[in-house]
């Protein structure tokens, strides 16, 4: 016994099992009752019909002249709030919405489909019971008998735009019945006239000012009320002028001060510049600003040269021998200073690779008794220029022309063989000036850094190669495999090709010797024929002679049983 089977099972060991069973049931019930789940969607399929909708009566040409139309009545009334006198006010309606007390509002008429209702009709007729029962008729819905077909109220969506714009409409759907006041600022609605649908929701709009009140009575309205709602209207319009203020003569006129100019600066100002903008123009300034101090650089920076890692300082003459110099040396010494400080500056501002920071801060060191001179550019395009110059009267001096590359190179290999480095003096001097000794060090010098680069490389390489084996192993794999394929394709080919080969000399051998056999068979033939006959022949001949000796046997045989019987017969007779 152990301790699990004293215990028993435990709760949550049987709610796992009870968990995969679960499990196994759903996913064994998907699995077998998926026809069935096809099956129980027995209503067929139809696709949703088409929305129909009414036809708008207000386009969005429409629509954006009645906001214009607002725009520039709210731009009106502010530029008459500006010049801060109200006299005007007055004139100018607010035409915002505001919430006011208005009638209850009429909700949309109905809309009701006639043949529905002949087809409620047609079934309602078709299961009606016996007249024997009694009772009331069926109900059915009221038919319009003015046409061979049903008539379809269309719905149509009001227009507003077909009207003035801001008109108020008056009529007995407003507060006050009949028509309203022309101060009145209740919104009533539009589309009361005499042709107007019936059933449509009436439209809201708004017209402080009274535009067009000339279509604003109601159908049945009579020529007394309309007479009545022009004394109204009279009465209304002296009102309004009465309150109106006194006018004054009083007029300013003020020049605007500001030129063109400045308005179009300050437009400018006003104008939020985009980022991407902003950006673009930050790159473009710090190429520009990259570029022209790159045209300030030495040539080798320009145009991306290799610069050495070390400069070597003791070219110049110490400070005691250039006190007995002649022009000629104090220009040359001028010249290696030069390029000494050029050679350091580009070290200092444009490191070499590997170099180190504690070699860049000795060399600033330098600058401080030594500064660096910048020229300007017209300074160093002046230079130039004389470089220019002096190199043409050399070359013409001296006969030089356009030298191919391979004379180049000839004659830098000629100059680069008679520099040789010294690795004592840490210095490059001329190789006829140097002796047996520094020419072997200096050899020694050359192998041994041959040496260590090639063992860098070969470093390098074997990272490379342990890197690309790497990236590759499973190319390189799947590549020897293929190789592999391939090769045993091509023994293939090869045996097949030399079976190939050799079927066909074969053939062709067998295509010249298949008639001399046919030949030699047939006279084989033709021989076993005729000795074929002989035989039969003889065998004929042979069966006659059988027969006949058979025959004379018979013969034989027959003469001697009768003396035989001849014999016994005279014995016999003998006797007695």
């Not at 004139?91 to 009638?103: M, R």
């Not at 449509?200 to 009545?228: C, F, H, M, W």
């Amino acid at each position: 016994m152990r301790q699990q089977d004293l215990d028993g099972e435990l709760r949550s060991e049987k709610e796992e099992r009870e968990r995969k069973k679960d499990k196994q049931k759903l996913k064994q019930r998907k699995e077998n009752d998926m026809p069935l789940a096809m099956l129980q969607n027995l209503e067929p399929e139809r696709k949703r019909s088409k929305l129909v909708l009414p036809q708008p009566q207000i386009s969005d040409h429409e629509l954006q002249q009645v906001v214009k139309l607002g725009r520039a009545s709210e731009i009106a009334k502010e530029v008459a709030g500006e010049s801060g006198v109200e006299t005007t006010d007055a004139l100018l309606a607010d035409y915002s919405i505001t919430p006011q007390v208005t009638a209850t509002p009429r909700t949309p008429a109905p809309f009701t489909d006639r043949i529905m209702q002949e087809a409620q009709n047609m079934m309602a007729l078709t299961h009606v019971d016996t007249p024997l029962k009694g009772g009331i008729n069926t109900p059915l819905h009221e038919s319009d008998f003015s046409g061979a077909l049903p008539k379809s109220a269309s719905i149509t969506t009001p227009n507003t735009v077909i009207a003035t714009p801001f008109r108020t409409q008056r009529g007995g759907d407003s507060n006050t019945p009949g028509f309203a006041t022309p101060a009145s600022n209740a919104l009533v609605p539009l589309g009361k006239t005499p042709h107007a649908v019936v059933g449509q929701t009436p439209t809201l709009v708004r017209d402080k000012l009274s535009i067009n009140p000339e279509d604003n009575l109601n159908v049945g309205e009579t020529p007394a009320v309309y007479r009545n709602y022009q004394k109204q209207l009279k009465h209304s319009l002296r009102e309004g002028l009465a309150t109106l203020p006194v006018p004054r003569n009083d007029y300013e006129i003020v020049v605007p001060e500001h030129d063109d100019h400045e308005t179009t600066e300050t437009k400018s100002e006003n104008v939020v510049e985009d980022q991407a903008d902003v950006d673009a123009r930050a790159i473009a300034e710090e190429n520009a600003k990259r570029q022209r101090e790159l045209e300030k650089r030495s040539q080798a920076i320009q145009r991306q040269l290799p610069r050495p890692t070390e400069v070597n300082t003791k070219i110049l003459r110490p400070q005691s021998e250039k006190q007995n110099l002649t022009d000629m040396q104090k220009a040359e010494e001028l010249i290696k200073h030069e390029m000494i400080t050029m050679l350091l500056f580009d070290s200092v501002k444009d490191p070499v690779p590997g170099q180190s920071q504690n070699k860049i801060e000795q060399l600033q060191n330098y600058f401080k008794s030594n500064p660096y001179e910048e020229f300007k550019k017209p300074d160093l395009e002046k230079a130039s220029n004389l470089i220019k110059e002096e190199m043409d009267v050399v070359k013409e001096g001296m006969g030089h022309g356009d030298l191919p590359m391979d004379v180049y190179s000839q004659v830098w290999q000629e100059c680069l063989g008679q520099v040789l480095y010294l690795p004592s003096q840490n210095r490059y001097t001329r190789a006829n000036l140097a002796s047996k000794k520094d020419r072997l060090e200096s050899a020694e010098k050359q192998l041994e850094q041959n040496r260590r680069h090639m063992a860098k490389e070969a470093k390098r390489c074997a990272k490379i190669e342990k890197k690309l084996k790497i990236l590759t192993g499973g190319y390189q794999a799947r590549a020897q495999a293929m190789i592999k394929q391939l090769q045993d394709t091509y023994d293939q080919i090869e045996q097949n090709s030399l079976a190939l080969s050799t079927f066909k000399f074969l053939a062709e051998q067998e295509a010249v010797a298949i008639p001399r056999r046919l030949e030699s068979l047939q006279e084989d033939v033709r021989r076993q024929m005729e000795r074929e006959k002989e035989l039969q022949q003889k065998y004929a001949k042979l069966c006659e002679e059988l027969d006949q000796a058979q025959q004379e046997i018979e013969l034989y045989e027959s003469t001697e049983q009768i003396n035989e019987i001849t014999e016994i017969a005279e014995t016999d007779e003998t006797s007695n």
